[in-house]
T-cell receptor, first 110, second 117 residues
Framework: QQPVQSPQAVILREGEDAVINCSSS?????VHWYRQKHGEAPVFLMI?????EQKGHEKISASFNEKKQQSSLYLTASQLSYSGTYFC???????????FGGGTRVLVKP | GAVVSQHPSRVICKSGTSVKIECRSL??????MFWYRQFPKQSLMLMAT?????????EQGVEKDKFLINHASLTLSTLTVTSAHPEDSSFYIC?????????????FGPGTRLTVT
């Protein structure tokens, strides 16, 4: 079952912050975040395993609330290079396949 | 690093012909490779999971006789779209997972844009 991402799209000015949410109706083992530029393959950002950990990649960080089955991706002081579509991928159990959310299109303007 | 390549990057073929897409892990051996299809402005949809030396596992609704997957070695998986039709036009992306990480991290190839005329 596909996780639900929100919002579907967000427009930011350079330097502004944004939050992208990823929710699942099923218990999760891990959440993966990817960014995809137009016409290119997704690029791995980070994985969060159950346990409520938080991770960071440049000024992009994420949290995973196992009880709520929800992960949030935080874009802090956004840069033009952050533009793209962000996908969360969820794994229900170790060794299982990734199921991707519908994506969130992010546009950072100067 | 973990580099995955795909070939070709773009292909245009006529309806009824077959097209083969290669996916290679360049600097690691991939126990498992995955094939995804992505339509414009949509998410990645898993088509099949490919394990070296064994038959691929196809997702529900994916025709295994139409999308033939061969995972001949730990660094190469191929997807053949047989008797292609215009509705098969899409962006096909493979990914590979490193041994010892379960399927935790998947590294994606650059994708192959297939256009069937």
């Amino acid at each position: 079952q596909q996780p639900v991402q929100s919002p579907q799209a967000v427009i930011l000015r350079e330097g502004e912050d944004a939050v992208i949410n990823c929710s699942s109706s099923k218990a999760l083992y891990s959440v993966h975040w990817y960014r995809q530029k137009h016409g290119e393959a997704p690029v791995f950002l980070m994985i969060l395993l159950k346990g409520g950990e938080q991770k960071g990649h440049e000024k992009i960080s994420a949290s995973f609330n196992e009880k709520k089955q929800q992960s949030s991706l935080y874009l802090t002081a956004s840069q033009l290079s952050y533009s793209g579509t962000y996908f969360c991928g969820t794994v229900k159990a170790a060794g299982n396949k990734l199921t991707f959310g519908g994506g969130t299109r992010v546009l950072v303007k100067p | 690093g973990a580099v995955v390549s795909q070939h070709p990057s773009r292909v245009i073929c006529k309806s009824g012909t077959s097209v083969k897409i290669e996916c290679r892990s360049l600097d690691f051996q991939a126990t498992t490779m995955f094939w995804y299809r992505q339509f414009p402005k949509q998410s990645l949809m898993l088509m099949a999971t490919s394990n070296e030396g064994s038959k691929a596992t196809y997702e529900q609704g994916v025709e295994k006789d139409k999308f033939l997957i061969n995972h001949a070695s730990l660094t190469l998986s191929t997807l053949t779209v047989t008797s292609a039709h215009p509705e098969d036009s899409s962006f096909y992306i493979c990914s590979a997972s490193k041994p010892g990480t379960g399927n935790y991290e998947q590294y994606f190839g650059p994708g192959t844009r297939l256009t069937v005329t």
